[in-house]
Structures are given as structure tokens and as C-alpha cells.
């Protein structure tokens, strides 16, 4: 009795080491000498906007899906260097320091991927090497859910350009306009004079104003500027030394977008808008515009002026 219960306790511990040497084994046949991980997704958006708005950092605050900047899943991220089409990051997690790198690549539709990466070198001792393995798994999951809230707030244009962007057609074809010159950028009062000018002509012809006043403010050097202004009427008005008729063709496509804000965001908006118009490579027969919502002269608070603006575009 007693030789079978040593005999049994024998198999059960060469059970038990083939047991331990077949995982030890299999550590080293499944889990590789180091842990590849890859994140990949498309997007809709032009690769050029991509790149303008990511390099901002202060933009990666507006996608980022925690409450805490660059820390998700206990994982903390920062953005070690930027260059043209990729970011090298850093990853610190539990004790471990890692180098990722965010590529983005341009697609032949002129869409956007993104490839995330990073790789783990393995350890020789094969339990570390499980834990590292299970630590992969994590940062991979991690690394997903980033690149999708990325992809999800990168295909809006409202959020990389800052307003939304509709096409529309000209529905006032026919104007009358006039121009001054200024040796500074024009304040409020200045282009309200000229406003009223247009509405004092109009009015003397017996005409029909059709909508807001137009603007459009470009500087030739660096101390001459020329404000246009134009006001849309029923018909075409005779021309005179200080007021020019035009008639833009109906119909004609135009980029619109609503803002809300005073000088610096209307100039802003400027910039962004042609942004986009060279981004979706539209070609543009005309000058932008600004349409005065708001009458400027009698409202002092500019965080409550409204603008639309409008790009004719091919």
C-alpha cells in the first residue's frame, strides 16, 4: 500500500513538471521575443487639414475622450516630437516607458489613415513575459479606442475648421458697391460711414435693398488697406463717381458659414475658410466675403456680432 501511494505521488509530480515544462515551453513558442502593436483606422478628412490641426497641441485636449489630458486606462501619453505626417509619443505604463509613433498617411481618395504603433520587447523569463503579453493586450485596446474617438472627431468639419461649411447658391445677383481706402484696418464706425453712403444712394434712386451689407477687407501693403461694400437691390442701379453696379451670375455655388464673434474670430474664420477652400481644392472665380448680420455701429459687444461668409467657388 504504501509503495502504490509512492508510486502514485511519483506520477503526480512528473505530472506536474511536464506540466510546468510544457508551459514554459509554450511561453516561448507562442509569445514572441517582442510584442508588435499596431492600431489602424480611416478617415474622411483631407490629409493636409489633419496634419495643420493635430499640430496644435491644445487641439488634442478637444478630441481626447478623458476628463485628465493624455491619460487614458491608467496609461499616460505625450507627445515626444512632431514631424510632417507623424507624432512620436511616449507611453508610460505601470513601470514601463514605451515609444509609440502616430503616423498619418495620405490615401488616393486624398483620405486620411492613421496608424498607431509601438512595440514591446519581451522579457527571458517566461512569467514576466505573460504579464507583458497581458500588458500588450491592454495598451492595444487602449491605442483602438483612441484612434476611433480620433477618426470620429476628425471627420467633422465643424470641429477641424472651427464652423460648419454649407453650399449654397447666389440668391442676389445684382449689387451696388463702393470702395475706400484706409491706412489702417478699418474699424466698426469707418465701414458703418461707408455703409451708409451705399443706403443714402440706394434710397435716392428709389430702390429696394435686397439684404445685409457685403464686406470685403484686403490690405495691398503694410499701411494701405481697401475696405469694398456692398449692398444687394432690386435692380440694377446707374453707376456714378462714388458707387459701381455689378451683377454676380444667380445661381452661381458658394461656401457659407455662420459665425459668432468680433474682429480676431472673424479674421480667424477668414483664414480657416480658405483653408478649407484649398484643402477640398476649390477654385475660386471671386473675392470672399463678410455679410454684416449685425449692424456693428450700434452693437459694442463683438462676442455678439453675427457674420455669414461666403466664398464663390467653381
Not at 519581451?122 to 491592454?138: E, G, H, M, T
Request: with cysteine; charged share 25%.
Amino acid at each position: 500500500m504504501i509503495a502504490l501511494r509512492k508510486n502514485t505521488m511519483k506520477k503526480i509530480t512528473i505530472g506536474l513538471l511536464v506540466g510546468i515544462i510544457l508551459v514554459l515551453a509554450s511561453t516561448y513558442i507562442f509569445l514572441p521575443s517582442s510584442f508588435k502593436v499596431v492600431s489602424a483606422e480611416k478617415s474622411g478628412m483631407k490629409t493636409v487639414a489633419v496634419n495643420r490641426y493635430l499640430l496644435e497641441e491644445k487641439n488634442w485636449l478637444k478630441w481626447w475622450p478623458d476628463s485628465t489630458p493624455f491619460r487614458h486606462n491608467k496609461i499616460d501619453f505625450s507627445i515626444i516630437n512632431k514631424y510632417l505626417n507623424n507624432f512620436e509619443i511616449r507611453l508610460v505604463y505601470k513601470k514601463d516607458t514605451l515609444k509609440s509613433l502616430l503616423e498619418i498617411n495620405r490615401q488616393t481618395n486624398d483620405s486620411t489613415e492613421f496608424v498607431w504603433s509601438c512595440e514591446i520587447a519581451s522579457s527571458k523569463n517566461p512569467i514576466l513575459r505573460w504579464f507583458q503579453y497581458f500588458d500588450a493586450v491592454n495598451i492595444k485596446k487602449s491605442i483602438d479606442q483612441l484612434i476611433s474617438r480620433l477618426v470620429l472627431h476628425i471627420d467633422s468639419v465643424e470641429n477641424i475648421y472651427g464652423f460648419k461649411i454649407n453650399n449654397v447658391k447666389v440668391q442676389d445677383s445684382v449689387l451696388i458697391s463702393t470702395r475706400s481706402n484706409f491706412n489702417t484696418y478699418p474699424d466698426p464706425m469707418q465701414i458703418g460711414q461707408i455703409v451708409m453712403r451705399l443706403k443714402d444712394y440706394i434710397k435716392s434712386q428709389n430702390a429696394v435693398e435686397k439684404n445685409f451689407p457685403m464686406l470685403n477687407v484686403y490690405q495691398i501693403d503694410s499701411n494701405n488697406y481697401i475696405a469694398m461694400v456692398a449692398i444687394a437691390t432690386e435692380r440694377l442701379l446707374p453707376a456714378s463717381k462714388d458707387f459701381a453696379p455689378k451683377v454676380v451670375l444667380k445661381n452661381g455655388n458658394l461656401l457659407e458659414a455662420e459665425i459668432k464673434g468680433g474682429p480676431y474670430t472673424i479674421q480667424k474664420c477668414f483664414k480657416e475658410f480658405e483653408n478649407y477652400r484649398t484643402d477640398f481644392h476649390y477654385e475660386s472665380p471671386a473675392i470672399p466675403y463678410q455679410l454684416m448680420i449685425t449692424d456693428r455701429t450700434k452693437e459694442t459687444d463683438t462676442t455678439n456680432w453675427i457674420t455669414k461668409f461666403y466664398y464663390p467657388v467653381l
